[in-house]
């Protein structure tokens, strides 16, 4: 493909004006979504207490393809976002369909994640209509983005902090109980074997359930793109990938022991949060208002960084060509504005369709995006073999290697590919996979047909 015309830097340079704080607190909060708090309880009603060992093992799945990121990223820092990956190390046709693939995911989120926070109010008590709550959310976190990189860091740094400080409450609240030293009839670990033992359902659903949590940790790579617009940017990514395991452990596993400590995990309602049956257990007062508040707020910190991941995401896709060039510009506080507004445009035909056509075209674009990730981490691993092997033939120093290459990459691969078939052949997730195979063929015939006209 041609080179895209030239356009003055001072046009398309980003903003560095992301602070160590913000990347720290975006490390840490990125990975701890809806999905963790609502999401996570139709898992435990199919595993049991055996959970843990799925959220475990999902983690590990994801350690692995953030430590090739990590060392991607150290080894490329000008590099913007990490969906570019693809395009070093597989070629053009990666970069552009990776980019616009990744797009489309985050952009089908934003609705979702609007929808989500509409329904939260209104159990909160507000009585305006849906529309109009949706609306404003969209237009602030538009706002937010538009203001400048910092104001998406500070967002991100006191919500992630308030759902990080609920998550260590709820841990040492639980602790307590199990210990006797609050409440009344504490269960002790009981529970953890009680209702049909620790694995109750058997030890196969304990990894056939990967293929639905893995979907709860997306976004921790979210840190390998904000860190283009930070003052450290290779300390912020070796920081994410040196730190994730700790957090997976704490904040996923920690919590989910917690959860079927106190509460027989036959007593979970899919759909329902987890966290607030066993604050009710406990007998904390307003669990599920005190569980609404943290719930939103993990949901407003998604949208927020869904608006961020879309407009870079498509900034990038723009510089190199892949996109209409005007969405390069930046503003005079260095936002890619046009790339911001054309991703909130799109999260708001995206409400629409949910509210005219739940179950048509709405329905087609959630699964549409379903395995996308798993894809776009499986280009990752791919390309990030072919690079290090470059970086091996050209004698150059790797200094975040990822462990014990190449076994542990083709590991990964083989994980990935696994839990992609797994989708394939599990009836609940059938339309998800099919679904995302026509985005992916869509995307590489939009590929084809531009590579040609130029």
């Not at 987890?274 to 998604?302: K, N, R």
Request: overall charge positive; hydrophobic content about 55%.
């Amino acid at each position: 493909m041609s080179s895209p015309a030239a356009v003055p830097a001072t046009e398309t340079a980003l903003s560095r004006t992301l602070r160590p704080r913000h990347m720290f607190m975006i490390t840490i909060g990125g990975i701890i979504g809806a999905g963790l708090f609502v999401s996570s309880s139709a898992a435990i009603a199919v595993t049991g207490p055996a959970v843990v060992i799925t959220y475990l093992l999902t983690g590990l799945l994801v350690l692995m393809v953030m430590r090739m990121l990590g060392e991607m990223a150290v080894a490329n820092p000008e590099v913007r976002s990490f969906t570019e990956f693809a395009r070093l190390g597989l070629g053009n046709w990666a970069g552009f369909s990776v980019g616009w693939l990744y797009w489309f995911f985050w952009v089908v989120v934003i609705p979702i994640e609007v929808i989500a926070a509409v329904n939260i109010l209104a159990e909160l008590g507000l009585t305006i209509p849906a529309w109009q709550s949706g609306c404003v959310l969209m237009v602030a976190m538009t706002l937010v983005n538009l203001t400048s990189a910092r104001s998406f860091g500070e967002f991100e740094f006191w919500f992630s902090s308030i759902k990080v400080s609920a998550i260590i409450a709820f841990i040492l609240v639980a602790l307590a109980h199990i210990a006797g030293l609050y409440g009344e009839s504490s269960p002790g670990l009981a529970n953890l074997t009680a209702h049909g033992g620790f694995a109750p359902n058997g030890t196969l659903v304990i990894v056939a359930t990967v293929t639905t949590v893995i979907f709860s940790m997306m976004g921790t790579e979210v840190v390998t793109i904000a860190a283009a617009e930070s003052t450290e940017p290779a300390k912020s990514v070796a920081r994410m990938t040196s730190s994730i395991i700790g957090r997976i452990m704490l904040f996923y596993v920690g919590s989910l022991i917690m959860i079927v400590a106190v509460v027989p995990w036959n007593s979970i309602v899919p759909g329902e949060s987890p966290f607030t049956a066993a604050l009710d257990a406990m007998q904390i007062p307003y669990a599920s208002t005190i569980m609404s508040v943290v719930i939103l707020t993990a949901v407003l910190s998604c949208l927020n960084s869904c608006y961020y991941i879309c407009s870079r995401v498509l900034f990038v896709l723009a510089e190199k060509g892949d996109a209409p060039r005007w969405l390069v510009k930046v503003n005079a506080r260095r936002v890619p504005s046009r790339s911001v507004m054309l991703g909130s445009v799109a999260g708001v035909l995206g409400v629409v369709a949910q509210a005219y056509s739940p179950d048509g075209l709405f329905a087609f674009l959630v699964n549409a995006s379903g395995a996308l990730i798993l894809v776009i981490y499986l280009t990752m691993a791919i390309a990030h073999v072919r690079l290090r092997r470059q970086a091996i033939e050209a004698n150059r120093p790797v200094a975040m290697p990822m462990w014990l290459f190449p076994w542990l990459s083709y590991l990964t691969i083989g994980a990935i590919l696994a839990v992609l078939l797994a989708m394939a052949l599990t009836p609940a997730l059938q339309s998800q996979f099919w679904t995302s195979a026509v985005s992916i063929v869509v995307a590489l015939g939009a590929y084809v047909l531009i590579a040609r006209r130029r």
